[in-house]
């Protein structure tokens, strides 16, 4: 059954580094998705991308986030310069539809 | 806005009981809602779904039903085992264009043999 894949599993980082969370989604899907969850909080919706376009993102995904698809594979999620509070387990998303999303394994990001 | 709630956790139950977790929604429209299980050291997984009001959905001896009166989508099982033991997310779909989900907070389900 294909599944949608996400790496690295665990990254650590210092303040202020770049950090940039990748993703294969299910390879004919056409929307994908980035959410969070926080240690101990909800799962958070971050922003959403169809047709090679964001098609909307969360008050979360300021200026510092970024999302490309750089080929016909990956789906990445780029963050600029991290802070503390970016400490958070990362899940990728996909969907034929935009209906039922399928979720990667997440990355756990945590930044000294 | 669109929220999802559902009832606190930890939940612990015996091997073979019945399981019910409540989880009420606060949506515009008519969203299709989800129950999503996450295991321990994995990700989210699609366990069930509903996209209308009436609609039950099922999956590995889970149900939940779609009450659009009581706005509620309860998940429940009749006899769960160790496995079942896990993290269980309710979530709607915000539809608009693309669909993003809103999660509730989560309850972890302890099954003792």
């Known amino acids: 059954e294909p599944e949608v894949t996400q790496t690295p599993s665990h990254q650590v980082t210092q303040m202020g580094q770049e950090v940039i969370l990748r993703c294969v989604p299910i390879?004919?899907?056409?929307?994908f998705y980035w959410y969070r969850q926080i240690l101990g909080q909800k799962v958070e919706f971050l922003v959403s991308?169809?047709?090679?376009?964001?098609?909307?993102k969360s008050e979360i995904f300021d200026d510092q986030f970024s999302v490309e698809r750089p080929d016909g594979s990956n789906f990445t999620l780029k963050i600029r310069s991290t802070k503390l509070e970016d400490s958070a387990m990362y899940f990728c998303?996909?969907?034929?539809?935009?209906?039922?999303?399928?979720f990667g394994p997440g990355t756990r990001l945590l930044v000294l | 806005g669109n929220s999802v709630t559902q009832m606190e956790g930890p939940v612990t139950l015996s091997e073979e009981a019945f399981l019910t977790i409540n989880c009420t929604y606060t949506?515009?429209?008519?969203?299709?809602l989800f129950w999503y299980v996450q295991y321990p050291g994995e990700g989210l997984q699609l366990l069930l779904k509903?996209?209308?009001?009436?609609d039950k959905g099922s999956n590995k001896g889970f149900e939940a039903t779609y009450r659009k009166e009581t706005t509620s989508f309860h998940l429940e099982k009749g006899s769960v085992q160790v496995s079942d033991s896990a993290v269980y997310f309710c979530?709607?779909?915000?539809?608009?264009?693309?669909?993003?989900?809103?999660f509730g907070q989560g309850t972890t389900l302890q099954v003792k043999p």
């Open positions: 390879s004919n899907h056409l929307y």
């Open positions: 979530a709607l779909s915000d539809g608009g264009n693309t669909g993003k989900l809103i």
């Open positions: 991308f169809y047709n090679n376009e964001i098609s909307e």
């Open positions: 998303a996909s969907s034929v539809t935009g209906e039922t999303q399928y």
């Open positions: 509903a996209t209308k009001a009436d």
């Open positions: 949506a515009t429209g008519y969203p299709s």
